[in-house]
């Protein structure tokens, strides 16, 4: 990802759940009428970039309690 990226996420993840909820909820519909094989394909690319990157190290997986918890203090 990018910094301007990054940045966006930061910021949408410091808003209170129901904004966080608006937010995801106008992305998802921006998404529509887009070619679903394309966003299919994109998640596929993601998920697969996340899969070598676990197993290269490049990354390292968190227990569900601890990246919860990191995420409730946000």
Known sequence: MN???DHVID???AL???ERSA???AL???LEGSDESAVSNAWAAEIA???ADLRSGVA???P???ARARLTTL
């Open 11 to 13: 910021e949408a993840l």
């Open 60 to 62: 390292n997986a968190v």
């Open 64 to 66: 569900w309690a601890q």
């Open 49 to 51: 970039q996340r899969k």
């Open 16 to 18: 209170i759940p129901q």
């Open 3 to 5: 910094a301007h990226l």
């Open 28 to 30: 998802l519909d921006s």
């Open 23 to 25: 937010v995801l909820l």
